[in-house]
């Protein structure tokens, strides 16, 4: 079984900065890519960064230049590093894997796993 604990947020000052770090853990065979998704009431999930196997990165319009996403492949952790925050960031944030799982090593069967999410609130 695969789990994933996201760790960091909370509140901070418009133009503060705040880290999101999600680590990865159990029968882990190979973890593809790696993301971070939010969330506010009443809207759907949306994309903010994610990043390959290779470390190729993918980011949100809204948070290029500010957002910077990176993950540690022997540890199977991946962190957010969140500059110039403003409200309009506050939302849950969620990690997500696409990974392969030690039983499907050998067909390449591959899962997806979310984070429980976690509150950043930034205050004007």
């Known amino acids: 079984q695969v789990q994933l604990v996201e760790s960091g947020g909370g509140l901070v000052q418009a133009g503060g900065s705040l880290s999101l770090s999600c680590a990865a853990s159990?029968?882990?065979?190979?973890?593809?890519?790696m993301g971070w998704y939010r969330q506010t009431p009443g809207k759907q999930r949306e994309l903010v960064a994610t990043?390959?196997?290779?470390?190729?990165?993918n980011y949100a319009d809204s948070v290029k230049g500010r957002f910077t996403i990176s993950r540690d492949n022997f540890r199977h952790t991946m962190s957010l590093q969140m500059n110039a925050l403003k409200p309009e960031d506050t939302a849950v944030y969620y990690c997500?894997?696409?990974?392969?799982?030690?039983?499907?090593?050998?067909?390449?069967?591959?899962?997806?796993?979310w984070g429980q999410g976690t509150q950043v609130t930034v205050s004007s």
């Open positions: 990043i390959t196997d290779t470390s190729s990165t």
């Open positions: 159990g029968s882990i065979f190979r973890i593809n890519s």
């Open positions: 997500n894997i696409d990974y392969i799982d030690i039983k499907s090593k050998g067909t390449g069967l591959r899962m997806s796993l």
